[in-house]
């Protein structure tokens, strides 16, 4: 017989030794032996993205900061990067707003002027985002700065002409937090509110169109604002943000010239990124 038709016959206890070591190489290599199975540890599913929306007046709008890049879209880069995930910013925030114009922008079929257009509508955006930042409240006591400047306030402590405004952001302000919450529909949300370094003019610009007095007068209505502001998120179990001490010091008497534009009220690059810094700093948990 040639060899290219020989066929070779291997010993029967060769053969039954080879099958059982190639069945075993198969189990092995799948991960189950003899029938039990050997599994490695499930991998990490992927953190889910995080949304975000900011509301407010022309701080969080970044007014006046050409080609810089916000507070809000800072920390929001740098949240993601924390979280290694994405976070989507959505900015409603408006120049000029008070309380009541953000209000009115959140109640369903109201239309302010110079609200930003979003396809699904404020309300609907705040109800799907995971954290809300909302500024507001400068612009409530701004309206009566000439008066103040002017002395003519009135009032033993010199600041009864703002007893309107401060009436006006503590009940605004509470119904914006709680409108929130009911758009939330009860899931935990991150609700930042954020307080004001000066709700006038400040720094060099503030010395020069009003006088030195006028600054330091100026942090008693400001030091007004932010306790009523601060009262009414605690009340409704939002997170404040305190931006006086970052921008003035602990004592105030830091100048934040250099963290404002020329106007000397809205904040420059360095200035978004100082308060993005006290965003992050305070660390705000979902309520």
């Not at 914006?176 to 003019?201: E, N, S």
């Not at 610009?205 to 605690?234: C, H």
Request: hydrophobic residues 40%; proline residues 6%.
């Amino acid at each position: 017989m040639s060899g290219r038709g020989r066929r070779w016959l291997l010993p029967a206890a060769t053969v039954s030794a080879t099958v059982i070591v190639a069945l075993c190489t198969v189990l092995i290599g799948s991960g189950t032996v003899f029938g039990t199975a050997t599994a490695g540890p499930a991998p990490a599913a992927p953190p889910l993205p995080v949304r975000m929306v900011g509301l407010g007046d022309s701080i969080p709008a970044a007014y006046g900061c050409d080609g810089c890049t916000g507070f809000l879209d800072i920390y929001a880069d740098a949240l993601g990067d924390a979280r290694s995930t994405a976070v989507t910013v959505t900015n409603f925030a408006v120049g000029g707003w008070t309380t009541a114009d953000l209000l009115a922008s959140l109640t369903p079929g109201d239309e302010v002027e110079g609200a930003v257009v979003d396809p699904d509508g404020a309300s609907r955006t705040v109800g799907q985002s995971d954290i809300v930042t909302v500024m507001i409240g400068a612009n409530d006591y701004d309206a009566m700065v000439d008066t103040f400047a002017e002395g003519r306030c009135g009032g033993a402590d010199g600041l009864a002409c703002f007893d309107s405004a401060t009436a006006m952001v503590t009940r605004d302000l509470t119904a914006i937090l709680q409108r929130i919450r009911q758009l939330r529909g009860g899931h935990p949300t991150t609700l930042q509110v954020l307080g004001y370094w000066d709700v006038f003019p400040d720094g060099e610009f503030a010395e020069q169109a009003y006088g030195p007095q006028f600054v330091r007068d100026s942090t008693r209505v400001t030091q007004l604002a932010n306790a009523t502001i601060k009262d009414v998120a605690q009340a409704q179990q939002a997170c404040y943000v305190d931006l006086y001490t970052p921008f003035k010091g602990p004592d105030g008497d830091v100048d934040d010239t250099p963290l404002l534009i020329d106007d000397g009220e809205h904040p420059n690059q360095a200035g978004h990124q100082r308060i993005a810094d006290a965003l992050a700093a305070t660390a705000c948990d979902p309520s």
